[in-house]
């Protein structure tokens, strides 16, 4: 039990379907994060939200969508996605003050993305 | 664009050997993070380094942080096949607004019964 849950585990996807994948944490972080694992890369930040605000957007293609509705969930939307998308889809969350991480990244356990 | 070069990439060794892997940049970082990725799951922080010089130890694992905050090493004693898992050093940018944590690509150990 990591306090970040992140739903499904596995998703496997055609190009022209519409999925979502859910992080949920109970640590009571204010800030949320999703990044990409491909194999042989480094981790990438995608989005990162502060108290529910999106703050960062790293050239992110529109076919992904992120939602925050509160400080404890997060969401990714997938739409039209390409088969270079598969990879695992990390959310994480930390603490913030005034902008800035003030202590660790929590990791789920991850998403792993395949698609077809 | 700061990066974080780790090596190195493969490491498989026999069980009670000891190892070392490198965490490099050319940049400078306020924080380096160490992190441990097993598969199927999410990395966990195993420490974080703050100051130039600073060593910090975790039962077998020895922690290191360059004096000029550009690079680290984790060294790890008497390896154990728990031990297994992917080995992530991550570093915190100097003078950036929010969070901008840059991840090095990892280390994959294989610690062999």
């Known amino acids: 039990e990591t306090g970040v849950t992140q739903t499904p585990r596995h998703l496997v996807m055609g190009m022209t379907n519409k999925k979502s994948l859910k992080c949920e944490q109970h640590?009571?972080?204010?800030?949320m994060y999703w990044y990409k694992q491909s194999a042989k890369k480094p981790l990438e930040l995608m989005f990162v939200y502060n108290f529910k605000e999106q703050t960062e957007n790293n050239s992110v293609p529109s076919r992904f969508s992120p939602e925050c509705p509160n400080s404890s969930h997060l969401f990714l939307h997938l739409h039209t996605l390409q088969p270079e998308d598969s990879a695992l889809y990390l959310c994480?969350?930390?603490?913030?003050?005034?902008?800035?991480?003030?202590?660790?990244?929590?990791f789920g356990e991850g998403s792993r993305l395949t698609v077809l | 664009t700061q990066l974080l070069e780790q090596s190195p990439q493969f490491l498989s060794i026999q069980e009670g050997e000891n190892l070392t892997v490198y965490c490099n940049s050319s940049s400078v970082f306020s924080s380096l993070q160490w992190y441990r990725q097993e598969p199927g799951e999410g990395p966990v922080l195993l420490v974080t380094v703050v100051t130039g010089g600073e060593v910090k130890k975790l039962k077998r694992l020895t922690f290191q942080f360059g004096d000029a905050r550009k690079d680290s090493s984790l060294h790890i004693t008497a390896a154990q096949p728990g031990d297994t898992g992917l080995y992530l050093c991550a570093g915190d940018q100097v003078g950036t607004s929010y969070d901008k944590v840059i991840f090095g690509p990892g280390t994959s150990l294989s610690v062999i019964p």
């Open positions: 640590l009571g972080h204010n800030a």
């Open positions: 994480a969350s930390s603490q913030a003050i005034g902008g800035r991480r003030t202590g660790e990244l929590f």
